[in-house]
Nanobody
Framework: VQLQASGGGLVQAGGSLRLSCAAS????????MSWYRQAPGKQREFVAV???????NYADSVKGRFTISRDNAKNTVYLQMNSLKREDTAVYYC????????WGQGTQVTVSS
């Protein structure tokens, strides 16, 4: 599976962004899909997951603000990010997994005050 993340950028606090992660090379619908992020000087952390069956889960820090979704017809997973905070600044990565894991290259999100 090859993953290409996009949609990052610079946004003011309180604003919104939608990240996309396009997959190719395999049957997208069977994979669970996750978003992670890594801020400067910090470890990579879990943000959200959507299973192949459509179940979702979120890190406490983003619950109520971020929404993960998937469009299997487009082989794409999305992360809608609303009410962004400075602490959401990070490189965001998507991951596809069943047993093995596949990572995208990351997209930078910068939230300014």
């Amino acid at each position: 599976v090859q993953l290409q993340a996009s949609g990052g950028g610079l946004v003011q606090a309180g604003g919104s962004l939608r990240l996309s992660c396009a997959a190719s090379g395999s049957i997208f619908s069977i994979y669970h899909m996750s978003w992670y992020r890594q801020a400067p000087g910090k470890q990579r952390e879990f943000v959200a997951v959507i299973t192949s069956g459509g179940n979702t889960n979120y890190a406490d820090s983003v619950k109520g603000r971020f929404t993960i979704s998937r469009d299997n017809a487009k082989n794409t997973v999305y992360l809608q990010m609303n009410s962004l905070k400075r602490e959401d600044t990070a490189v965001y990565y998507c991951k596809a997994w069943i047993r093995d894991e596949y990572w995208g290259q990351g997209t930078q999100v910068t939230v300014s005050s």
